[in-house]
């Protein structure tokens, strides 16, 4: 296992298309989270999973935007209706559970929407 | 709620001289600190972080970084840089309240010049 995995690692949208990223998580990792990154800014909280379960989404996730973990394993963020302002990156990162564990981070897809 | 402050967006410095990138934090509980790398093209990688215990923290690559509460500050440094350590440095907090979630500052762009 090499890491957190995420797909694509770019990807061009019109404005008002629907787009989906994907993130493999380290296998053994319980927890899975979802940042955005704009220019010039840190990475942004927007959603966590424990398992399969999502315990906390930021007022950040406006109703176009959806996140699921299926099986507990890998997760999908599904942006509908694309604005210019959704371009950044979407990073995913995974962690054991417990107190203050370390997040693993992938490599982020950049999101542009022209 | 908390916040983080990186009081530099930039930082240049010759190779072999030393550095301190600064961070300072706000929250009204108690707070962990953590500073994550970011490389061109890659994903943030955790440098070190701060939980308890000795305020003077070493992490990887030669960084380590002092704990201060009662200036609430948390910057990290290094004695002698390498054109290797050019990258993006983020500072993060976690609150007492959550265990998982990472506030981040803006960060700091490090460029060291032959």
């Known amino acids: 296992d090499t890491g957190v995995s995420q797909d694509p690692r770019h990807k061009i949208t019109k404005r008002g298309q629907n787009v989906t990223f994907r993130c493999d998580p380290i296998?053994?990792?319980?927890?899975l989270y979802w940042y955005r990154q704009t220019l010039g800014q840190g990475p942004e909280f927007l959603t966590y999973?424990?398992?399969?379960?999502?315990?906390?989404k930021s007022r950040l996730l406006s109703d176009r935007f959806s996140a699921e973990r299926p099986k507990g394993s890998f997760s999908t963020l599904e942006i509908q209706r694309t604005e210019q302002g959704d371009s950044a990156m979407y990073l995913c990162?995974?962690?054991?559970?417990?107190?203050?564990?370390?997040?693993?981070f992938g490599q982020g897809t950049r999101l542009t929407v022209v | 709620a908390q916040s983080v402050t990186q009081l530099d967006s930039q930082v240049p410095v010759f190779e072999e001289a030393p550095v301190e990138l600064r961070c300072n934090y706000s929250?009204?509980?108690?707070?962990?600190l953590f500073w994550y790398v970011q490389y061109p093209n890659q994903g943030l990688q955790l440098l070190l972080k701060?939980?308890?215990?000795?305020?003077l923290v070493k992490g990887i690559n030669g960084f380590e970084a002092e704990f201060n509460k009662s200036q609430t500050s948390f910057h990290l440094r290094k004695p002698s840089v390498h054109i290797s350590d050019t990258a993006e440095y983020f500072c993060?907090?976690?609150?007492?309240?959550?265990?998982?979630?990472?506030?981040f500052g803006k960060g700091t762009l490090l460029t060291v010049n032959p």
């Open positions: 993060a907090v976690q609150s007492g309240g959550s265990n998982y979630k990472l506030t």
């Open positions: 999973f424990q398992n399969e379960a999502q315990l906390e």
């Open positions: 296998s053994e990792h319980n927890r």
């Open positions: 701060y939980l308890s215990g000795s305020t």
């Open positions: 990162a995974s962690s054991l559970a417990g107190s203050h564990t370390e997040a693993f």
């Open positions: 929250s009204s509980v108690s707070v962990y």
